[in-house]
Structure formats: structure tokens, C-alpha cells
């Protein structure tokens, strides 16, 4: 399954002007699952913040959780980073249009080659990890460019059926996916081996997020692959399963998980 496709077209729509951009960005809150487990860590994580605060969005997409992020405070300096030289240019557009640019930036970056020493206290990683063959190469980057206390938050799929894999001869939901999921011991091994002090991580998208997902995401995205005439009907689609997502991502944020399709891992420096 290919996203690139869908993206585009989702940024035709709401790339027109700010206000829609930041519908946007305030839809993918509610209804991706990950948004919810990010901002529930980086709270935690603002509760500690220092003065001068650097923070790199290490693959920023559509720069929703910069966005976010430069929300909390607006003391921090951001940097934005992807391999997409479309988003990059809108999120530049975009953080310019609402008067954010002075302190907030994207930039092109191929992470497995990125190093900039002892330069921020946060970075992080939303579904990007599995995109990517070097990822031990990736973290030891990190580490490098982190400050001494840094945190590194990760979203990423889990081999639990990340990817929507569940034997060894079935293809993935997305087909740019370099690995099917982490097992939650390999990545913790890997930024451990990288140089990492501490790593804990956890099961995201339980049963409650599972049903979530498909309902909210695997679904549309299906259909839309079919004809983009069904982008019509979304918005009534969306009316009727609404509120049922809100409560089955709820569930799945404040309840612990034996297992899960995502893990949601903080290593510090």
C-alpha cells in the first residue's frame, strides 16, 4: 500500500491556507492513536524542560508535532528534518505564515548521515525508524548530537503485526517499510549498543487501539486507494465513527498493554 499518494492529495486540501493546515493538524490529533501516546510523553517530558531548549523533529512529515511542540513554549527552537523536499517547503511556508519562522525551520537531511554535536535536548522520531535499513547507524547520530540528559522519544510499529504482517508470507499495509516492526528487546539492544544510558519502552495500539486504527486509518486509506472520488464521502464517514475512536484511543492510552502493534520508546543520553 502506498501512502505518497494519499499524502499529496491530503496536501492539495489543506495546504491552501493556514487555518486549514491547522485543521489538519488538529484532525490527525484526534484520530491517530500516536498523537495521543507523543503528547501524553513529551508532557512528562515539558514538566523538566531547561532555558534554551533545542529540539530536532527527526522525519517532521507534515510538521504536526512541531506544530505542537512549538505550542508548549514558546521559548524553544525547533528543527524540522525529512527527505521530502515537498513537505519540507510547505512546512517552511506554513510556520511563516503564522509568524513562527524565527524559531522554527525545516530542513532536507538524510539522518543516517546527520550530525550536529551536543546540540539538543529532545529529538524526535514518529514512524520513521522503520523506513529506514541503518537504523543502528541512525541512533548512534542521535546520541552524537544530543546534549548529556537529552531524551529520544521514538513511535514505531512493533513485530506484534506493526505493519499489518501477521505470518512470514504475508506484505505489509505499507510497502515502504524496510522491517515489519521492532521486538521491543531488539530496539532497546540497539540504542543501548548505540550509547544510550537509559531505554524504556512500551506497547502502544492494544485491542482498543487496533480496532482504532482500522476503523480511523486502514479503512479510508483503502478506499481511497480505490478512487479519490471517496474523499466526498469521508467527512459523513467520519461523522458516525467518531466519537467510538475518541473512546477506543482513550482506553488504549491509559490502559497497559501485554503486547501491541506500537511501541513507544524514550532513551536518554
Known sequence: MQYDPI????????????????????LLDILLLRSWHIKKELRVWATTKRNNVHILDAGAGFGQYTYHMSSIDDSFTIKGVDVKEEQINDCNSFFTAIGKSNRVTFEYADLTAFNEPETYDLILSVDVMEHIQEDV???????????????????????????DVHDDHQEGFV??????????????????????????ARYSYGCPGKIAWKLSMKYPILILNIS???????PFYYLIIFLFVIVLNYLDL?????????????AWK
Open 254 to 266: 491509559y490502559r497497559t498493554h501485554k503486547t501491541g502493534t506500537g511501541l513507544i520508546v524514550t
Open 7 to 26: 499524502k499529496r492529495s491530503l496536501g492539495s486540501v489543506f495546504n491552501r491556507n493556514p487555518f486549514l493546515r491547522k485543521l489538519f493538524y488538529r
Open 137 to 163: 547507524t541512525v541512533f548512534r547520530n542521535f546520541v552524537t548530537s544530543m546534549k548529556d540528559g537529552g531524551m529520544l522519544l521514538i513511535s514505531t510499529p512493533s513485530d506484534q503485526g506493526g505493519s
Open 228 to 234: 479519490k472520488l471517496f474523499f466526498i464521502i469521508l
Open 175 to 200: 510497502d515502504e517499510h524496510v522491517r515489519d516492526g521492532y521486538n521491543i528487546t531488539e530496539i532497546e539492544e540497539k540504542l543501548k549498543s548505540a550509547g544510550f544510558k537509559k531505554v524504556e
